[in-house]
């Protein structure tokens, strides 16, 4: 069912079309997207709540749950289930935390200083999916770095559950971030009310966040509309697993099936060194599927993946870095020896011991990542996504000494007499 | 001629209308700069030659000039105007190099290690651009942080000077940053050639650099269109000078000026406590206007802009957090108590001997910044822009034993059954 190829075999077009990825600009739902930000610009509140009507079936009185609310719900869960969320938000603050760095002063030349400083984006906003899935993991990978980062307003959206509520999973994580308010709005009118702001829900400066196709094209369309900027463009999740003869097919193969449980368009790309392991691995992935709530999803999503077969670990990770996977799991004793040469990925899973579904939940790596082939520009959401860098100098009376003439020379040559003029005023 | 408020006196929604920049999305040009981006997806070279010969009244026989050409017109600068261009880069070299560090590994919980490892971005394009003013300094705060973040393929596209040439001063930075090649395309084109690749132009990752309002249109476009990234959306160039009773009006005005001079769409907005102040830099305005050769640009620009007057430094810089301007220059002996409360602003120059044009080209830091109040959201260009960082983790045995509960917990209350199998499977 996996369709196989040999790398030796492939043309270097052929290539070229394995690592494509189906993004499909699709302007029918962009023509609909569109439509509903134009509507919350224009009508705010009553927009959302005519959408939240249309589109989540739920007539809203209020469009966000407060603190108290947020305490109810959250008592709803097992001790157990919120031990698994502490020890998760514990895990991504740690290494989060390790992230965020004070710069030194670097001295150009004498009396001429330069650095930079950390500020954090004062108002983020946070989209939690709901639908097929309810992410609260995707709550804590955004709100983490968030509070790390000191961002001052942390506006959480996310699709109203059962009758206006949330789950309490999404509630105690709330508690756990100390986000006192949840907007319960989903889909393009939730991006929209961010971007441009309504009496109720606060216009921010950046927005966050996975979601479906709506949410994907909204945001990617606010980009281009307002001043809000976005954290990276999203498309379906994918995993790319590496898999030598030291692998073991049945967590090769499970592996594959967690992202496949995705969705149908979720990819599951195997590439082996070992024949007999790949089709060893196919024939577990038919008997885990069968043992699988969501098999009719995850069946669909193999149909749309592939297995490569290379001839040695270099051939496998070049293909891999062409293919450049949100995740990349590398299945081999030699995983140390392949780190430098890794490239182009999001997250990367090293060893037989390391499952992708350890960094989608709690060691402490963020999940938020960058899909379809972005990982060739773009990094996942770290606290580095909540904050700007601003540069400063100081130059002294001895700085202009020394770089008052440099300036002149080059505004001159540029023929900005202005800026030139700055200078020299200033060396009299 | 500078229109002058009272802070005290506006209203919320004034100050709203004077921290807003045209951001006119025009969609008249948005047709043009489409059909160029579809004839060069479509006609690669020959559609290049086509327009290079449209809009640049240039016949091309060959795309780019290479190392004897570049070293030929190097020649062409005298010896003060390299040795200028020199310590320019030594300068941003000094203060790039100090961006790129190594972080550490923390192990988050025992046997679970979490790390993030710096990649460069492959392919880059750097957009120079030429028309009214020539840029040799944009290449040196591209070029310098592409090489130091380690790319292996430096694009350079910058419409043709006189007859398919480029001048010496860029000729001389190219040699300075080993760059062997430079491809004589500007515009729309130059963007679309880098973004989707021709025979002669290589496809990058991600596109940089400033440009004329065809070129800033086409990286907002590919950015939608294809996988390529771009720096950030780039607007007309912006200052705010923060000016107390400490400052030398003849220095703030020439500050203005310095920015006024670079287009008629720019703005130079002071923001004052002294009314006395105000009124004297208003008069050096009009007095250094009339030394200037850019003089019609300026004053025109001159139009656009405004002074504030502000009861305090405090109410300055709250105003300035509004306007999160591109570059900040505080002309106060107070600079070093403001700094703190600076939230949003690309660059800042301290005190009364730090002027723009420092910045502008020598002092270390770079000139590639967020303009029209994308300094909320975004950073300038740095090493940081050039690169990706890819988190990795590796568990051990006991790792398992500390973190696998919680991810099975975690992934079955998401109803992510596969997601719990891949944890599962491995702790048998």
């Not at 962009?30 to 959408?51: N, P, R, S, W």
Request: glycine content about 6%.
């Amino acid at each position: 069912m996996l369709n196989t190829y040999y790398y030796e075999q492939l043309t270097a077009e052929k290539i070229d079309e394995l690592v494509q990825r189906n993004t499909d600009p699709n302007s029918a739902i962009q023509d609909t997207v569109l439509e509903v930000i134009q509507e919350v610009k224009k009508h705010g509140d009553q927009a959302l709540k005519d959408f939240t009507k249309q589109f989540d079936k739920v007539e809203l009185d209020k469009l966000y749950l407060d603190k108290d609310d947020i305490a109810a719900l959250a008592q709803t869960i097992s001790r157990e289930q919120m031990r698994a969320l502490e020890i998760a938000f514990q895990n991504i603050h740690k290494f989060h935390q390790s992230q965020l760095k004070r710069e030194r002063t670097v001295e150009t030349m004498p009396g001429v200083k330069c650095w930079r400083e950390v500020r954090p984006i004062e108002k983020v906003g946070l989209y939690i999916p709901g639908g097929s899935a309810v992410l609260p993991s995707t709550l804590l990978m955004l709100g983490v770095p968030a509070r790390i980062a000191g961002c001052k307003e942390i506006v959480v959206c996310s699709p109203p559950q059962n009758q206006g509520k949330i789950n309490g999973f999404v509630a105690y994580c709330l508690q756990l971030l100390q986000i006192d308010r949840i907007y319960l709005i989903g889909g393009a009118q939730a991006v929209a009310a961010m971007a441009y702001g309504t009496s109720t829900i606060p216009k921010v400066n950046k927005i966050f966040g996975p979601g479906n196709q709506f949410v994907t094209k909204a945001k990617s369309l606010i980009q281009g509309l307002t001043d809000v900027s976005i954290d990276m463009p999203a498309g379906p999740s994918e995993v790319l697993v590496i898999a030598d003869e030291t692998a073991r097919p049945d967590y090769v193969a499970a592996d594959l099936l967690a992202q496949a449980e995705h969705g149908i368009d979720s990819q599951a790309i195997l590439v082996s060194t070992n024949v007999l392991i790949t089709e060893k691995v196919l024939q577990e992935i038919q008997r885990q599927l069968e043992l699988l709530p969501r098999r009719e999803l995850a069946e669909q999503a193999i149909q749309n993946s592939y297995a490569v077969i290379t001839r040695d670990l270099e051939e496998a990770i070049a293909f891999s870095n062409l293919y450049a996977p949100e995740h990349l799991i590398i299945e081999s004793d030699q995983w140390k020896s392949l780190i430098p040469r890794i490239v182009n990925a999001g997250s990367v899973f090293l060893g037989h011991l390391t499952p992708e579904s350890a960094g989608d939940y709690a060691s402490g790596t963020n999940h938020t990542l960058p899909t379809s082939g972005y990982a060739k520009s773009y990094s996942g959401v770290s606290v580095d996504s909540f904050i700007k860098k601003i540069t400063f100098q100081h130059i002294t009376e001895e700085g202009l000494q020394y770089i008052g003439s440099t300036v002149e020379t080059l505004a001159e040559l540029e023929g900005l007499q202005a800026h030139k003029q700055a200078m020299s005023i200033r060396m009299t």
